[in-house]
């Protein structure tokens, strides 16, 4: 069924309130593709009936339905490979020797914004779990946190097809932290153990976290406007620790938000430490 042009500023307006993106006309192909379906599987005559329905106060299920359909859950594990080198040979060493001096010395936390399937946090782990052979003598939490219900169950059941482990995954690791189980790969318990995930959609204040260490959220506040986006990075600086990490997609940069994070380069990637001098990050 195709849309006409109050039906598609009325659903991307919709779809901006509820988790973010901004579409335009451009997108009106991926709104009928997404959201096509929907009209059939909820007995719905027209978008326009969709969006008024989905405004109801009643209708939690279908607007959750709108939000997994149209946000996209493309990853892979170790996707864009410099990050989790900029991880491993910058970030974690730096925090693991400053943390060495603390009453907490053996304490990280970790956090993948829109964790999507959990390519992501499960790769953050193995990264720790090479890096530190007594990981699991440390207090550490790798928090996945998605928008998405459906990602989200896909995530904390840890199981993947041959093709999700060939996309990313280098060998040696596959062998080492991932078994054959009905007909694909299930995650080892020791890198599950390091993992949680829950929901948070990420245009809402965040819950009452603890300081991260480092924080990842790469490839989605590019759909955002940029209010939208200029205040989830500032409430990820009130979430890091003074000295922590966030890391962004290769496309975007915070240089626009002024002194509010400071840039660093380290193995071919981009990263950003809150400005201490604009006093906003809370101490550990």
Known sequence: MSLDSAELDAVCELVEQLCGISLDASKDYL???????????????S?????????SLVEAN??????????TQETLFFRDQSPFDALKFKALPE?????AATSTPK???????????????????????????????????????????EAIGRASRGWYSDLEVERGLPANLKSKYFRPANGGWQIADPIRALVSFRKIN?????????PFDVIFCRNVAIY??????????????????????????????????????LPQAHCRSTFYRPNLAT?????R
């Open 224 to 261: 955002f406007e940029k209010p939208k986006r200029d205040d989830l990075f500032r409430r990820f600086k009130k979430a890091l620790a003074q000295d922590g990490y966030l890391f962004v997609g290769s496309s975007e940069s915070l240089i626009d938000l002024g002194a509010e994070f």
């Open 47 to 55: 978008y326009r009936q969709m969006v008024v329905k989905a405004k």
């Open 95 to 99: 925090i693991i020797d400053a943390r």
């Open 62 to 71: 279908l607007r959750q339905k709108i939000i997994d359909a149209i946000t």
């Open 202 to 210: 990420l245009l809402e204040p965040f819950p009452v976290l603890s």
């Open 279 to 283: 006093a906003t990050a809370p101490a």
């Open 107 to 149: 304490r990280l936390r970790i956090w993948s914004a829109a964790s999507s399937t959990g390519q992501e946090p499960y790769s953050l782990a193995m990264v720790l779990h090479e890096m530190i052979p007594d990981v699991h003598s440390w207090d550490v939490q790798i928090l996945g946190t998605d928008i998405c219900d």
């Open 31 to 45: 709104i009928e593709s997404r959201l096509g379906p929907l009209l059939t599987s909820e007995k719905l005559t």
